[in-house]
Structures are given as structure tokens and as C-alpha cells.
């Protein structure tokens, strides 16, 4: 199997946020920055969250008004502290470009190929590609109606509803060899409120086969880790995608390093043709 891309990576808000001092852990942050190089494609959730949190410390609450215009300004506040923040502790000797991706940049062919063309140039040009969904200029109405229509003239649509789905499909977009999907938890359980229930490996002898055990053990799956978020059962699902053309998921905590997951040290949720 020929891959294009070494990792594509992409981290949960809960996972970026200390929830005791109630700010972007910049502790995680700076070491996960310091892991990335130019043969990764890094997709960062937390740009609502993290601006939203800037906002109430800089004005002592939050923003009043409708969710979806609260929701835009938080996005455009967050983005630029974290990437100000990746860009302070990725090595200097490296480039870091801005990816800010829309559902539409899924579903129309040219623009696929210029997403790809664009992260694919990354690697030889010394430079690692930070991804986010752009909800600073996308509504949650003019994306719901792009999405029907889309769907109703081909049947289906990539919808970028969070940053999974996204990092699904930029891994297949790029060819890569593992999916990192780092979150709040070790990975996926049986029984969520039991850590010992952790499934370490979902394979299968083939292709066919381990999509067939991943669909089973979506039913192991309830709820999410914060509102809005479609929680492991759509971690599961979106996968699917990257798991057809070979590609291993590995679902794991933040709190391991690239590295340890990547070499199999760290616990995690693996996902593979065994």
C-alpha cells in the first residue's frame, strides 16, 4: 500500500481545554506542537471554545445575542490565539500555514484537488498545514441548506459537522498512512463509565471485516463528551472512509504523545486490517 502522507492528526476541543483553570491548556498544546513536522497534516478543534473563554476573561462575561452570532465571534476570536499558540512551540525551522476548510471544499472535484494539491506541497516545502472547520463564516442555516441540495442531486454530501468528519476526509484526501484522533478518553469502551472496558483493537481480516466489527461496536457507543459534539458513535462512522483505502485509525487520549501512539507504547483504540 502506497501512502502520500504520513499522519493526519486532529484534536477535540475537551481535549485542548485544562478544565481546571478553565483556559486552553497551553501545557498540551506546546508539546504537542513540538511533536508536528511537515509529513503531518494537523486538523485543531477548540477555536469557538477557546475564543469564548478569551472573551469572558478579557470582559468578564459572555457575549449576549443569538448562539450562531455568538458562535462566529468566538470562532474568529479563538483562531487566532491558537494558531499564535502552535506557531510559538512548533520548531522554528519549520513553516506553519493556515487551513481553513468549509464543507464545499468536500463536494465540489476542483476544489478538492486544490485542497489536496495545497497539503500535499506542504511536505516539500518545509511546511506543516493547521486545519480548521471556518464556522467564522459558515451558519449553521446556509450550511444546512448547501448540504440538502448537494444531497439531493448526488445522493450524498460531506458535511463537516465537526472536526472528525474532517480529519476523516482529509486523510483520504492526502492518502494517509494513520489517522490520529486525539481526545479526552484512553479511546472507545464497551461501557463508558468503566475505563477497564477500553476495546484496544478493532481489526478484521480484511477490509470488509473490520468495517463490519467497527459497525459493531458503534453499539457500544452513547453520548458525548459536550453538547453539540456527536460523541464515538460518529467517530466510528466517519472513519469508515479512511479505513477503506488502508489507512489505521488510532483513537487515544491527549494526554500520550505522538510518538508512544504511533509506536504502539500508549494505550489507545486501534483500527486495522490485522
Given at each position: 500500500?502506497?501512502?502520500?502522507?504520513?499522519?493526519?492528526?486532529?484534536?477535540?476541543?475537551?481535549?485542548?481545554?485544562?478544565?481546571?483553570?478553565?483556559?486552553?491548556?497551553?501545557?498540551?498544546?506546546?508539546?504537542?506542537?513540538?511533536?508536528?513536522?511537515?509529513?503531518?497534516?494537523?486538523?485543531?478543534?477548540?477555536?469557538?471554545?477557546?475564543?469564548?473563554?478569551?472573551?469572558?476573561?478579557?470582559?468578564?462575561?459572555?457575549?449576549?445575542?443569538?448562539?450562531?452570532?455568538?458562535?462566529?465571534?468566538?470562532?474568529?476570536?479563538?483562531?487566532?490565539?491558537?494558531?499564535?499558540?502552535?506557531?510559538?512551540?512548533?520548531?522554528?525551522?519549520?513553516?506553519?500555514?493556515?487551513?481553513?476548510?468549509?464543507?464545499?471544499?468536500?463536494?465540489?472535484?476542483?476544489?478538492?484537488?486544490?485542497?489536496?494539491?495545497?497539503?500535499?506541497?506542504?511536505?516539500?516545502?518545509?511546511?506543516?498545514?493547521?486545519?480548521?472547520?471556518?464556522?467564522?463564516?459558515s451558519t449553521e442555516e446556509s450550511r444546512r441548506?448547501?448540504?440538502?441540495?448537494?444531497?439531493?442531486?448526488?445522493?450524498?454530501?460531506?458535511?463537516?459537522?465537526?472536526?472528525?468528519?474532517?480529519?476523516?476526509?482529509?486523510?483520504?484526501?492526502?492518502?494517509?498512512?494513520?489517522?490520529?484522533?486525539?481526545?479526552?478518553?484512553?479511546?472507545?469502551?464497551?461501557?463508558?463509565?468503566?475505563?477497564?472496558?477500553?476495546?484496544?483493537?478493532?481489526?478484521?481480516?480484511?477490509?470488509?471485516?473490520?468495517?463490519?466489527?467497527?459497525?459493531?461496536?458503534?453499539?457500544?457507543?452513547?453520548?458525548?463528551?459536550?453538547?453539540?459534539?456527536?460523541?464515538?458513535?460518529?467517530?466510528?462512522?466517519?472513519?469508515?472512509?479512511?479505513?477503506?483505502?488502508?489507512?489505521?485509525?488510532?483513537?487515544?487520549?491527549?494526554?500520550?504523545?505522538?510518538?508512544?501512539?504511533?509506536?504502539?507504547?500508549?494505550?489507545?483504540?486501534?483500527?486495522?486490517?490485522?
Amino acid at each position: 500500500m502506497v501512502f502520500d502522507t504520513e499522519l493526519v492528526g486532529k484534536i477535540g476541543s475537551m481535549a485542548l481545554i485544562d478544565k481546571e483553570s478553565n483556559m486552553l491548556d497551553y501545557t498540551l498544546l506546546a508539546r504537542i506542537s513540538r511533536e508536528l513536522k511537515p509529513s503531518y497534516v494537523w486538523i485543531t478543534s477548540g477555536a469557538a471554545e477557546t475564543g469564548r473563554l478569551d472573551y469572558i476573561m478579557r470582559n468578564g462575561k459572555e457575549l449576549s445575542g443569538s448562539k450562531e452570532d455568538a458562535k462566529t465571534d468566538y470562532s474568529a476570536q479563538g483562531q487566532t490565539i491558537l494558531m499564535a499558540t502552535y506557531r510559538q512551540y512548533v520548531d522554528s525551522k519549520y513553516s506553519l500555514r493556515q487551513v481553513l476548510v468549509e464543507h464545499q471544499h468536500f463536494n465540489d472535484d476542483a476544489k478538492r484537488e486544490h485542497l489536496k494539491a495545497l497539503l500535499l506541497r506542504c511536505k516539500e516545502q518545509n511546511a506543516i498545514p493547521i486545519i480548521n472547520y471556518n464556522d467564522a463564516v459558515s451558519t449553521e442555516e446556509s450550511r444546512r441548506f448547501e448540504i440538502q441540495s448537494l444531497k439531493a442531486k448526488r445522493g450524498k454530501a460531506v458535511e463537516c459537522v465537526d472536526n472528525d468528519e474532517t480529519a476523516a476526509q482529509i486523510a483520504c484526501l492526502v492518502r494517509a498512512k494513520r489517522l490520529l484522533i486525539l481526545t479526552s478518553t484512553e479511546g472507545i469502551y464497551k461501557d463508558s463509565n468503566d475505563p477497564s472496558t477500553l476495546i484496544e483493537e478493532i481489526n478484521g481480516k480484511d477490509t470488509d471485516e473490520l468495517l463490519t466489527n467497527i459497525t459493531e461496536c458503534e453499539n457500544y457507543c452513547n453520548g458525548a463528551s459536550r453538547a453539540g459534539a456527536n460523541g464515538a458513535k460518529a467517530k466510528l462512522e466517519y472513519i469508515k472512509d479512511a479505513v477503506k483505502i488502508g489507512t489505521e485509525v488510532i483513537i487515544a487520549s491527549a494526554r500520550h504523545t505522538i510518538a508512544d501512539l504511533v509506536s504502539g507504547k500508549a494505550k489507545a483504540t486501534r483500527i486495522r486490517v490485522r
